[in-house]
């Protein structure tokens, strides 16, 4: 014979459901939601008071200003081996490497790979100009680009600015540039002299015509793209 007062008491309780009758859940607390709201509102207060964050969570990508490091590599390298060279070579000296390939001491007046070397003069000023807007062209451009989101064509540019402006060191301090790279082919061919800033601003342009090879790439993968 069952106990009226203690079924009461244990429906009160929530114990034992009425006969036929699903069981009802007990809602949670407002106790027990505390420390879940409490341990989300420190992390967000920790991220924002750390570094700041990009896409993702990931730190901020820096301006590709930092690329003018490699600018500046490239500048102390071509002028360390230039004044090897003088100190070296008299003029038009020579000495063979390879079958293909001598070191020698060149005065280029003109530009990269002695364009316009006979032109007379006027060239020297026009060069020196020309290469010092472009340089600030160059650095304007760098301060929009972003260091790694924009690798390929910042370091390109880096490669230009360093070649340009290292030749025209040579130009402000000597009136000419200094070359003393010279490969030819078994003394029937020869390739116009060239130094290391000639070689910075080559391998700069080939970076800039990958990286826009690259982008019309990604543009045309791009849904919706044009």
Do not use: C
């Not at 990286?211 to 045309?220: F, G």
């Amino acid at each position: 014979m069952s106990d009226p007062a203690g079924a009461d008491e244990g429906r009160r309780a929530g114990a034992t459901p009425p006969d036929g009758a699903a069981p009802v859940a007990a809602a949670p607390s407002a106790d027990a939601t505390a420390p879940t709201m409490a341990a989300t509102s420190a992390d967000g207060a920790s991220g924002a008071a750390g570094a700041p964050i990009g896409v993702a969570g990931h730190p901020a990508d820096p301006s590709a200003l930092r690329w003018l490091g490699l600018s500046l590599a490239v500048i102390a390298l071509d002028q360390l081996t230039k004044a090897l060279i003088v100190a070296r070579f008299q003029l038009y000296e020579r000495i063979d490497v390879l079958p293909i390939l001598e070191i020698t001491r060149l005065h280029n007046y003109g530009a990269a790979f002695s364009l316009l070397h006979d032109a007379g003069g006027w060239q020297h000023y026009f060069f020196v100009s020309l290469a010092l807007l472009v340089s600030i062209g160059i650095v304007v451009w760098l301060s929009r680009l972003r260091f790694r989101a924009s690798a390929t064509l910042a370091s390109g540019l880096a490669l230009i600015l360093g070649g340009a402006l290292g030749n025209v060191i040579d130009r402000l301090l000597h009136g000419h540039v200094v070359d003393f790279i010279h490969f030819h082919w078994y003394e029937r061919w020869y390739f116009p002299a060239f130094n290391v800033a000639d070689t910075a601003i080559t391998i700069g342009a080939g970076l800039l015509i990958l990286d826009s090879l690259l982008e019309s790439r990604r543009a045309a993968a791009t849904p919706g793209a044009t």
